[in-house]
Nanobody, 124 residues
Framework: QVQLVESGGGLVQVGGSLRLACATS????????MGWFRQAPGKEREFVTA????????YYADSVKGRATISGDNAENTVYLQMNSLKPEDTAVYYC?????????????????WGQGTQVTVSS
């Protein structure tokens, strides 16, 4: 059974940093892509960032570009999201997602498996 488990969320002050991790299990071959999405209260889930499993292609939402870095550790089957200079508008539940196939990295429909989410709260 495929599982994605996020960790690293929490409460942080404006301007602070967090590193989220997503550990995958239950699969013996590589994903085509891994991504992070987030959902704030009362809002739709939105794309944050994604990475190809080879690690040579990354994508970022404009809202986090320059403040976020996605990386992967294939040996550990884990993908990370480093977020710096956090803002109150970054407050959301952050979800990790894994894709088997193809399609735009930016759309949730590309992704086949999802984690349960981890809460990130940025306080001012």
């Amino acid at each position: 059974q495929v599982q994605l488990v996020e960790s690293g969320g929490g409460l942080v002050q404006v301007g602070g940093s967090l590193r989220l991790a997503c550990a995958t299990s239950g699969r013996t071959f590589s994903w085509s892509a891994m991504g992070w999405f987030r959902q704030a209260p009362g809002k739709e889930r939105e794309f944050v960032t994604a990475i190809s499993w080879s690690g040579d292609v990354t994508y970022y939402a404009d809202s986090v570009k320059g403040r976020a870095t996605i990386s992967g550790d294939n040996a550990e089957n884990t993908v990370y999201l480093q977020m710096n200079s956090l803002k109150p508008e970054d407050t959301a539940v952050y979800y990790c997602a894994a894709s088997n196939g193809r399609g735009s990295y930016y759309y949730a429909r590309r992704y086949d498996y999802w984690g349960q989410g981890t809460q990130v709260t940025v306080s001012s």
